[in-house]
């Protein structure tokens, strides 16, 4: 076998797990939406009708908002709950016995979180052009992409965590759980100015606050301060780490 068709092999792999979850994925309405609809959804209901008394970047800032929560529950179930279920199944350590292991697995299921991520934001861009006075320019919307990813580091190891750590139904409670309460604590719900004192004070310690006041800046221009860029990274190594570690236990364990 040459280089190059050693090369294609995982990268084949790769392709075909990611396009068969896609379409797995496709066939549980549920999931698409809870990813597509929701944040969307959410947008409809409490902000449009607000839409005549908020200013362009209070609507740009609550559209950025809605968006970290997408990716959030992505995070959380694409990664989270799915990985627990896939790891319950035969298939999954049949895969690990295979040359190239379970990494084109793993990969396409990052690469297809991603997809969702995206998918759950075009409704939300449309319906924010369309009803709202949120305007961003072409550079800020790439910047807030750039910034979407980044808020979304520590989001995908929570989620990696959960999901190397726990049987499938306890990570999908754990997901549904945590989602709520680190949604509103982060501010995707309710600006920060309008949550109480004691609450704001906890959430700038959160990477869901982080995340959110990163991408809100990207996309607004507004200065948010300089704790979020240290609190998203100190979020994504901690959780990062747990992550590894919960990788490396499960694997441990299948081959012990």
Same mark, same amino acid.
């Given at each position: 076998m040459t280089r190059a068709s050693g090369a294609a092999g995982p990268l084949r792999l790769t392709w075909l797990h990611t396009r068969y979850q896609v379409l797995e994925t496709l066939r549980v309405?549920?999931?698409?939406?809870?990813?597509?609809? =929701? &944040?969307? @959804?959410?947008?409809?209901?409490?902000?449009? &009708?607000?839409? %005549?008394? *908020?200013? &362009?970047?209070?609507?740009?800032?609550?559209?950025?908002?809605?968006?970290? =929560?997408?990716? *959030?529950?992505? +995070?959380?179930?694409? #990664? %989270?709950? %799915? !990985?627990?279920?896939?790891?319950? /199944?035969?298939?999954?350590? #049949?895969?690990?016995?295979?040359?190239?292991?379970?990494?084109?697995?793993?990969?396409?299921?990052?690469?297809?979180?991603?997809? =969702?991520?995206?998918?759950?934001?075009?409704?939300?861009? /449309?319906?924010?052009? /369309?009803?709202?006075?949120?305007?961003?320019? &072409?550079?800020? =919307?790439?910047?807030?992409?750039?910034?979407?990813?980044?808020?979304?580091?520590?989001?995908? +190891? /929570? %989620?990696? +965590? !959960?999901?190397?750590? @726990?049987?499938?139904?306890?990570? @999908?409670?754990?997901?549904?759980?945590v989602l709520l309460p680190l949604a509103f604590a982060g501010g995707l719900f309710v600006p920060p100015e309008g949550m109480p004192g004691w609450l704001r004070s906890i959430s700038v310690w959160t990477p869901t606050r982080a995340g959110r006041d990163l991408v809100t800046s990207a996309v607004t221009g507004v200065d948010v301060g300089t704790h979020v860029v240290p609190v998203l990274l100190g979020w994504g190594v901690v959780l990062g780490a747990v992550a590894v570690a919960a990788i490396r236990r499960d694997q441990g364990r299948r081959f012990r």
């Amino acid at each position: 076998m040459t280089r190059a068709s050693g090369a294609a092999g995982p990268l084949r792999l790769t392709w075909l797990h990611t396009r068969y979850q896609v379409l797995e994925t496709l066939r549980v309405p549920v999931v698409v939406v809870s990813t597509a609809v =929701f &944040p969307a @959804l959410i947008f409809t209901v409490f902000v449009v &009708p607000q839409a %005549g008394a *908020m200013s &362009p970047v209070a609507a740009t800032a609550s559209t950025a908002q809605l968006a970290v =929560f997408s990716a *959030m529950s992505v +995070a959380l179930f694409t #990664h %989270g709950a %799915g !990985i627990a279920e896939d790891r319950a /199944l035969p298939w999954d350590t #049949h895969l690990r016995t295979l040359p190239v292991g379970a990494t084109p697995r793993f990969v396409a299921r990052v690469v297809v979180g991603a997809f =969702f991520t995206v998918l759950g934001l075009v409704p939300l861009v /449309l319906i924010s052009a /369309l009803l709202t006075d949120a305007t961003v320019t &072409p550079g800020r =919307f790439l910047a807030g992409l750039l910034a979407l990813l980044a808020a979304g580091v520590p989001l995908l +190891a /929570l %989620g990696l +965590a !959960i999901g190397y750590s @726990l049987p499938a139904k306890s990570a @999908l409670a754990l997901a549904q759980v945590v989602l709520l309460p680190l949604a509103f604590a982060g501010g995707l719900f309710v600006p920060p100015e309008g949550m109480p004192g004691w609450l704001r004070s906890i959430s700038v310690w959160t990477p869901t606050r982080a995340g959110r006041d990163l991408v809100t800046s990207a996309v607004t221009g507004v200065d948010v301060g300089t704790h979020v860029v240290p609190v998203l990274l100190g979020w994504g190594v901690v959780l990062g780490a747990v992550a590894v570690a919960a990788i490396r236990r499960d694997q441990g364990r299948r081959f012990r």
